[in-house]
């Protein structure tokens, strides 16, 4: 849009102190606290004002859909799943299902395995891909969730309310793998045996 250059936006959502004072919250940026939505901004708008915003019209989302942050412990951590699940999630219909596969996972020990933080990483130096490669998901950082178990240690995305009622109200399942058909949709599995068969079958 012009209003406002990357750097300056950057450094902002950087800065501790606006962080807690527009958040609440002692983490390293406002990432995932910026409702992504079509907003009409004066032209003359600082960073600052811009980023109270989003943030602002996040809250305001929680509250239209009654969901209380002050009263739920790990919000924060539900938070980072949220993000990861929206940049997952073909359908606002399987948000629930991958909320439940990663949940699973987590509580097994088991790493999540999930590409878009391997993208995270290659985006912040100017990378896109399609497909990730093997020395991809090696990338060595707290944000790669195919080496390092739990979350990463922040968001990855803004997510929307539906990825966060997800998190909140995941599907009760045995799932654990899932891949995308690369037609917008995922496939969900119990095995990893299973897994790769319908890789298989579907020519992936």
């Not at 915003?53 to 969901?67: A, D, G, Q, S, V």
């Not at 929206?86 to 990663?102: M, P």
């Amino acid at each position: 849009s012009g209003l406002m250059d990357y750097e300056a936006m950057n450094t902002a959502a950087s800065n501790t102190s606006l962080v807690k004072k527009l958040t609440g919250y002692d983490v390293a940026t406002l990432e995932g606290f910026l409702y992504p939505d079509t907003y009409l901004l004066p032209v003359d708008c600082g960073a600052d004002s811009i980023l109270a915003l989003f943030t602002t019209e996040f809250f305001t989302k929680l509250r239209k859909n009654n969901i209380d942050h002050t009263q739920i412990h790990d919000f924060y951590q539900k938070l980072v799943l949220a993000s990861i699940i929206e940049k997952e999630a073909g359908s606002d219909s399987e948000r629930d299902i991958i909320a439940g596969v990663f949940l699973n996972r987590l509580k097994l020990g088991m790493p999540l395995q999930s590409c878009p933080t391997v993208d995270y990483i290659l985006e912040k130096r100017g990378v896109k891909k399609e497909v990730l490669s093997n020395s991809d998901t090696a990338i060595p950082s707290p944000y790669n969730t195919y080496l390092n178990p739990g979350l990463p240690p922040t968001p990855i995305s803004n997510p929307s309310i539906n990825s966060i009622l997800a998190v909140l109200n995941p599907a009760k399942h045995n799932y654990l793998y899932f891949f995308s058909d690369r037609k917008g949709n995922n496939v969900f599995s119990k095995s990893y045996e299973e897994h790769q068969r319908l890789q298989r079958q579907m020519g992936l």
